[in-house]
């Protein structure tokens, strides 16, 4: 059985949102933040890949922020199963697209169903930057008719598995995460998708070597100073259209221009008042 460190903090909600930032830019995980419905309190849980790090980061805890408790516990994925159950039900995105956790019935085929057993893993749609990647994609896919596809950070394998649904031939998607790797590719046979379809692997963007071909599409759902600083490989990996996302509002033109400087023409923006993604085009010659 899987398991994680779990940091579970209880906080004031006024100071939740401060505290999660300086998680994002100190530690670079994201952290989950959970405001109890009419009250004065925020749980914010922070996961780790062991116990033994989730301690070591509880006594690194800034002395600025206040909380009324922390908690390093162990965090199995059945805990994990019974939170999404509560946060992850069916969604329509985009004009085709409709995701579906795996304990759901999907109601119809109208739509073409994602089917996504999230495990540990990030990526249910429920999220604005996973739902900005796939309609993005869907748009994409109709316009540009691409052939190739990669999805660098591909977490629960929902971006890969929509690409070869929509009728993207060629996939490539990675994770540094050994964990959505092996989730990715029970997510791909839970979509009928035969073995091989896409081409799961393991690799970090921050270091040589995850770049197998360049694609028509690439996807990239990770955080600010990631893309920025992956900024002329994602590039080079790019022959048409990239998107990129996990970007907080504040932190948009610091990432196109990465991009810009590179030869890359932004072509659209969109956010929900927190994250954004930016979608960039590789000029015709
Ligand atoms: C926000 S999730 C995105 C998941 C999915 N692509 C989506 O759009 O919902 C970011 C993913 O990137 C992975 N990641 C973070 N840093 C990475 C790195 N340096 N190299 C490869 N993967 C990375 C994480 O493990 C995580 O699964």
Redesign the pocket.
């Known amino acids: 059985m899987k398991s994680c460190g779990q940091l579970e903090l209880v906080m004031a909600i006024e100071d939740a949102d401060i505290f999660c930032d300086w998680v994002r830019e100190h530690w670079a995980v ?1 952290p989950v933040c959970l405001e109890q419905p009419r009250g004065d309190r925020a749980v914010v849980d922070i996961y780790f890949d062991t116990l033994a790090e989730a301690e070591a980061r509880r006594r690194k805890l800034p002395a600025k922020f206040a909380f009324s408790s922390v908690q390093a516990m162990i965090c199995r994925e059945e805990q994990w199963t019974t939170f999404w159950r509560h946060h992850f039900h069916v969604q329509d995105i985009g004009r085709r697209l409709r995701t579906v956790p795996v304990w759901e019935t999907p109601p119809d085929r109208k739509r073409i169903n994602l089917r996504i057993d999230p495990g540990l ?3 249910t749609g429920g ?1 604005f ?2 739902r900005f ?1 796939l309609e993005e994609l869907e748009k994409a896919c109709g316009k540009l008719k691409p052939r190739s596809m990669l ?6 394998g ?2 890969a598995i929509a690409a070869a649904k929509l009728g993207v031939k060629t996939i490539d998607a ?4 050994p964990v ?1 790797v092996e989730k990715c590719a029970e997510n791909a046979a839970l979509n009928h998708l035969g073995k091989g379809r896409i081409r799961f692997y393991q ?4 270091r040589d070597g995850w770049m197998k071909r360049p694609a028509d599409v690439v996807c990239a ?2 955080l600010t100073h ?1 893309l920025i600083e992956a900024a002329p490989a994602l590039w080079r990996a790019t022959k048409r259209r990239l998107l990129l996302t ?1 970007i907080r509002e504040f932190e948009g033109d610091s990432v196109a221009d990465a991009f810009v400087a590179g030869g890359a023409r932004e072509v659209l923006r969109d956010g929900d008042g927190e994250w954004c993604g930016i979608v960039l085009d590789r000029p015709k010659t």
């Open positions: 994201e893993s990030f990526g999220h930057t996973t990647c999805d660098a950070g591909t977490g629960s929902i971006l990675f994770d540094y995460d959505c690799a970090d963007i921050l759902n990770i990631v996990g």
